[in-house]
T-cell receptor, first 116, second 112 residues
Framework: GAGVSQSPSNKVTEKGKDVELRCDPISGHTALYWYRQSLGQGLEFLIYFQGNSAPDKSGLPSDRFSAERTGGSVSTLTIQRTQQEDSAVYLC??????????????FGPGTRLLVL | QKEVEQNSGPLSVPEGAIASLNCTYSDRGSQSFFWYRQYSGKSPELIMF????GDKEDGRFTAQLNKASQYVSLLIRDSQPSDSATYLC????????????FGGGTRLMVKP
């Protein structure tokens, strides 16, 4: 029904702990994207899923970051051994995935992660 | 050189004026261009897209695309204080699947 949903909306964790962020895309959207946005900065691409194809992981900043998408729908972004520089807003977006010129991405509300 | 560049601003305009936001891109194979608006603390929302050279109007918003010069702009007529936000330019490149490349955004401030 509604738009892209993300949970939790806010997450505070201690340095060194692992965190999982969840994204539920718009129903019927085959493409799903994760971005990171630090305070006052632009969007940093992390990873892109398209249908059943292997994901494009070219934006992941280190091997502490991983993501999966189960059943072609819900996606989980995992950050292991969190560091303070991981603090940011993590945004998820989805799109139809048809590959047309107008492939509009719709964003979720984001998860605000603070690593103490 | 960044793939998509925007002046970070802030761009300050008086209420009722025309705000002009510019974006340049480096990949000549870029197909489509999107403008997103992001209010502070909120997620980006699509304003409009354009893929043909020229102007495209939607209400108070006009997107302009010039592929030869590799720039795209967004004009906001009769600017309102509620238009104060960061405007993100995004580009869909020819060889990047469905991915968008975002610029850093321009912060617009409309003063009453």
């Amino acid at each position: 029904g509604a738009g892209v949903s993300q949970s939790p909306s806010n997450k505070v964790t201690e340095k060194g702990k692992d965190v999982e962020l969840r994204c539920d895309p718009i129903s019927g959207h085959t493409a799903l994207y994760w971005y990171r946005q630090s305070l006052g900065q632009g969007l940093e691409f992390l990873i892109y899923f398209q249908g059943n194809s292997a994901p494009d992981k070219s934006g992941l900043p280190s091997d502490r970051f991983s993501a999966e998408r189960t059943g072609g729908s819900v996606s989980t972004l995992t950050i292991q051994r969190t560091q303070q520089e991981d603090s940011a807003v993590y945004l998820c977006a989805s799109s139809l995935g048809g590959g047309g010129r107008v492939e509009t991405q719709y964003f979720g509300p984001g998860t605000r992660l603070l690593v103490l | 050189q960044k793939e998509v560049e925007q002046n970070s601003g802030p761009l300050s305009v008086p209420e009722g004026a025309i705000a002009s936001l510019n974006c340049t891109y480096s990949d000549r194979g870029s197909q489509s261009f999107f403008w997103y608006r992001q209010y502070s603390g909120k997620s980006p929302e699509l304003i409009m897209f354009i893929y043909s050279n020229g102007d495209k109007e939607d209400g108070r918003f006009t997107a302009q695309l010039n592929k030869a010069s590799q720039y795209v702009s967004l004009l906001i007529r009769d600017s309102q204080p509620s238009d104060s936000a960061t405007y993100l330019c995004a580009v869909k490149r020819d060889n990047a699947g469905n991915m968008l490349t975002f610029g850093g955004g321009t912060r617009l401030m409309v003063k009453p």
